[in-house]
């Protein structure tokens, strides 16, 4: 299963993507996972390396950021179970607005270069349930501001509507728990899922 997982920040993408690879890892298959495409990198980086990506000049922020966009590419060819978080349709919102603003990022580019299997997730919800998760639950290094959620939301939705894939998902996550979510996934995974993954369509059920 190839899967990238889009939506604006505290949508859920980060509590799919793990909730899946949980569920992968108890039946006996492993994901490649990679959700660091939004800067910095809490994942692999220390306080002090999140800082100084945070401190980096627009110009190497967007070089990094299209070095990180071709190499991972490369990767859903590599890895048959791969998971992505944000990834490139992340970089073309968030791009913009928030690390080398005005420039924008050509990502659409990159579709036709990933493998015809792969889908693409998107998760949204209401705008004051985005804002209530700030509030509850507020990330380290915020990137999307409160008044900015209405604009980033519509910005995913063109953006998922216009994208190149073919295998989508939608999932409003707005009542939903991380155990209902990954539910929800799977469910609607099912009619796109192929040949290679008749073992995980009977993990399903």
Aim: with cysteine; aromatic share 8%; glycine share 4%.
């Amino acid at each position: 299963m190839r899967v990238i997982v889009v939506g604006c920040e505290y949508s859920g993408v980060s509590t799919l993507i793990k909730g899946l690879d949980d569920w992968a890892e108890q039946r006996g298959f492993h994901h490649h996972l990679d959700d660091h495409f939004t800067i910095p990198d809490a994942y692999h980086l220390s306080a002090e390396e999140q800082q100084a990506m945070l401190d980096m000049l627009p110009a190497i922020k967007e070089r990094f950021q299209r070095f990180q966009l071709v190499y991972h590419v490369r990767l859903l060819h590599r890895y048959r179970h791969i998971l992505l978080g944000g990834f490139h349709i992340e970089e073309t919102i968030y791009g913009p607005r928030y690390y080398y603003p005005g420039k924008a990022q050509p990502v659409r580019e990159y579709e036709p270069e990933m493998p015809d299997n792969t889908i693409l997730v998107h998760l949204h919800a209401a705008q004051d349930i985005i804002r209530q998760r700030m509030e509850v639950a507020p990330h380290p290094h915020q990137l999307v501001p409160s008044d900015d959620v209405a604009e980033v939301l519509d910005a995913y939705a063109v953006e998922v509507r216009q994208s190149w894939i073919h295998r989508k998902i939608e999932i409003d996550t707005s009542a939903l728990t991380p155990e209902t979510l990954l539910a929800s996934f799977l469910q609607k995974s099912i009619p796109h899922l192929d040949a290679e993954d008749a073992g995980i369509r009977t993990l399903i059920g």
